[in-house]
């Protein structure tokens, strides 16, 4: 029975941030590719804001939300939906971005052409068009959510937790007494939840957002019926013309007020910056702390980085199933977000029994391969979606098999969604690592030095945690910038499949 | 009487910051009543002329008229017929010509009316709500004619609109085309048409302006003064299709040299 509540409360927390998320993303993603003057600066705070551990999230959350309440259950719970909002939304964003930025230049005439106000081409175009990814990318979102719960739900202040009533914290508690078939069954009903929704509404949904692809050839999609009742849902509550009026403002980012308002909020956003460097300059200085960040970052780096090789090379496989079958591609979809909403604690107790707590170091990998993989997995397969079949016909009219098919044909044409695949599994092992490096489980605590442990250890001291938050953060955000965007970029003009 | 008139019109892009020439020095009308095909390579200035014409390209120097005023952005009396169709794919074909009404605030009914009336028009009757994904490229062109037609529009402008059919489904459409614009249904004034194709444009048009390779610069204009429905075996048909290739190819010697 407790079990019921906690999944019912902690549905609506995830779905309650799932439509946050979804708003955002439409909105933001809208705006940053639709004016070409804030286009790199909202895309690089979006790049920060999506390699911020999402613990590092905590203090805002908590002290904007709870301060704004004064400390009543309203605020809590806004907080804690704001985290999952955190682990959210990036994704989605990034995902309209690039759908508006590669949307055919076909429609964007047609909607010139025939003069379409701006309103009547977003509501009409823009926001159809963006079903696909919309659809594919919530995958990965609600998956996280869950993935994430149990650092959402229970909110530290100090020494003083505050749990929300959810399956996180059923979760927590059953660990923390020890109780295994407790655990078991909370994870049971996050996989239930998961698959009941994947079964009902996602999976119909990536099969109808077929029809959205531009130049799809064959039979149509059928019209499910979760879509007329979504629909329906969305025109009694108004939903649709919101949006277009959302995305409207954020498109007129030039209107007075508009501007007014980004105004405040860079200033604001500013002044908050300025006032935290000086504070963190200011003595005391959590030497203890400071000192491990160096050899914390570099271990667990190392970990991610292993994590993230293991994850490509295990997703590779399926990826090249998932070639031209749009079929494989929606199994794997579906299998991805059920598998990926499992919290990677309950695999704990199984490793550490199984490794012995002598090789924790080298199995705390598979741990982050739990935060990593779906990433890979998702993003490589999407891209294997759309390979053009051209291409595999070619390798099989001119004999081109074995070592020679993979290193000259393959790789290389999936070189780009599998550098998307692994930028993001970099992500997801960093955020992984901080619910994987530190776990109470009944009377022991596990923990394996690390940020992730650094991080968990040193909430008590905001400053600390702030200052290894902003550590992480910088190191994620500047291999980002050196690395992965650089070597996207080279693939992806290099490998274009576009003629 | 001239419904468009281009004066002295030069554009150029910048790409990889180089400037880059694509129209120079275009001076041309479209008159009333007239079928007017301009020739040229593939990769001259063709298209961008009908995007200059129908407002979505503004970056121009020199003088666009329309009906003698400076020609609105977008113009609401023009409209268009795509290379590659245009069509939404999550809008059945009735829906495709419907959104283009609905974007001119043509009330619900009416909508339907007329989406049908030009449907049945290019002979797609029973496919009203199929998805542009199952219908062939030359079905889907139709729906494309259909759509450009019905915001009645008095000025038709066709980009290369049958260089993405096969060689049968494009001389159909093209009769089609003529047929349409013999019968003196529509409300057209005028077409203009772009097009690689000589053979398509001495079959269509009225008179036919010949552009050079980029940057596009006008070589000549022939008169195409044939009865319609003309025949390709014809010897007057023959001797202009063989004046617009010396044409084209002189401009292309210039070029060379």
Request: proline residues 5%; charged residues 15%; hydrophobic residues 50%.
């Amino acid at each position: 029975m407790q079990l019921v509540t906690a999944a019912f409360y902690s549905t609506y927390r995830v779905l309650a941030a799932y439509m946050l998320s979804l708003a955002f993303g439409i909105v933001y993603g809208v705006a940053a590719a639709r004016g070409p003057r804030r286009e790199k600066i909202m895309l690089a705070v979006l790049d920060v804001l999506q390699s911020v551990p999402i613990l590092g999230f905590f203090p805002v959350a908590v002290t904007m939300f709870v301060a704004l309440f004064r400390g009543a259950r309203a605020g809590y719970e806004l907080a804690a939906i704001f985290l999952i909002f955190t682990s959210q939304s990036w994704n989605i964003a990034f995902g309209v971005y690039e759908t508006i930025k590669t949307l055919p230049k076909d429609l964007k005439e047609l909607s010139l052409a025939f003069n379409f106000t701006p309103g009547f081409a977003i509501q009409r175009i823009y926001l159809p068009a963006m079903v696909p990814t919309i659809v594919f990318n919530s995958g990965v979102s609600m998956a996280n959510g869950w993935y994430f719960l149990m650092a959402s739900e229970i909110i530290s202040l100090g020494n003083r937790d505050v749990r929300l009533p959810g399956l996180g914290t059923t979760m927590m508690n059953y660990l923390s007494q020890g109780n295994t078939t407790g655990v078991l069954l909370s994870i049971g009903t996050i996989i239930l939840i998961n698959a009941l929704l994947q079964l009902v509404v996602f999976r119909p949904l990536v099969r109808w957002a077929e029809l959205f692809r531009y130049n799809a050839v064959g039979t149509a999609p059928e019209w499910p019926t979760v879509v007329d009742v979504l629909s329906a849902l969305g025109r009694a509550l108004r939903i649709d013309s919101a949006l277009v009026r959302l995305v409207s403002v954020g498109e007129r980012m030039s209107s007075r007020l508009a501007k007014f308002v980004l105004i405040t909020v860079s200033v604001l956003a500013a002044i908050a910056f300025v006032w935290l460097i000086v504070w963190l300059l200011t003595p005391p200085y959590p030497w203890d702390v400071l000192v491990q960040i160096p050899a914390a970052l570099v271990i667990t780096a190392m970990r991610v980085i292993a994590a993230v090789i293991i994850s490509v090379f295990i997703a590779l496989p399926f990826v090249i199933r998932s070639i031209k079958s749009v079929e494989t591609a929606q199994n794997i979809y579906t299998m991805a977000s059920v598998l990926g909403s499992v919290p990677a604690v309950i695999f704990y107790p199984p490793i550490v029994a199984l490794a012995g707590r002598e090789n924790m170091e080298l199995f705390s990998i598979l741990l982050l391969l739990t935060g990593s993989f779906w990433y890979a997995l998702f993003n490589m397969s999407k891209g294997a979606m759309l390979l053009p079949g051209s291409l595999t016909e070619m390798a099989k009219v001119f004999g081109i098999k074995g070592l020679m098919y993979y290193r000259s044909i393959l790789i290389p044409a999936i070189l780009p969604p599998l550098i998307t695949g692994a930028l993001t599994a970099w992500g997801g092992a960093w955020n992984a690592s901080i619910v994987a490096e530190h776990v109470e489980f009944g009377h022991s605590t596990f923990e394996i030095p690390g940020i992730g442990s650094l991080l968990v250890s040193s909430t008590a001291n905001s400053k600390a945690l702030i200052l290894v938050v902003l550590a992480m953060t910088a190191l994620i955000v500047a291999v980002n910038m050196l690395f992965w965007r650089p070597w996207y970029q080279r693939a992806a003009e290099k490998y274009n499949l576009t003629e | 009487m001239a419904l468009f008139e281009l004066r002295n019109v030069n554009l150029t892009f910048e790409e990889n910051r180089k400037k880059l020439s694509v129209l120079e020095d275009i001076s041309l009308t479209v008159d009333e009543g007239e079928f007017l095909c301009i020739v040229g390579p593939s990769g001259s200035g063709k298209s961008t002329i009908l995007r200059i014409l129908s407002g979505i390209l503004g970056n121009y120097s020199g003088e666009v008229l329309y009906k003698g005023q400076p020609n609105p952005r977008p113009n609401p009396n023009v409209s268009m017929v795509f290379q590659n169709f245009a069509l939404i794919p999550w809008l059945t074909v009735q829906e495709n010509i419907e959104i283009v009404l609905e974007a001119r605030e043509v009330p619900p009914r009416q909508r339907v009316r007329t989406a049908l009336k030009y449907i049945d028009l290019v002979g797609l009757d029973s496919f009203e709500d199929a998805y542009p994904r199952e219908l062939s490229g030359g079905m889907k062109q139709r729906v494309g004619i259909a759509r450009a037609l019905a915001v009645e529009p008095e000025v038709l402008l066709m980009d290369e609109p049958f260089s993405a059919l096969d060689i049968l489904t494009a001389a159909d459409l093209r009769e089609q085309m003529v047929d349409l614009w013999m019968s003196g249904k529509l409300p057209l004034k005028s077409v203009l048409m772009v097009t690689h194709n000589m053979e398509e444009a001495v079959f269509l048009a009225d008179r036919i302006v010949v552009l050079s390779a980029r940057p596009a610069r006008i070589i000549g204009e022939v008169k195409v003064p044939l009865p319609r429905p003309r025949d390709y075996r014809d010897k007057a048909f023959e001797e202009i299709l063989d004046h617009v290739y010396s044409m084209v190819l002189s401009g292309r010697l210039k070029k060379s040299r």
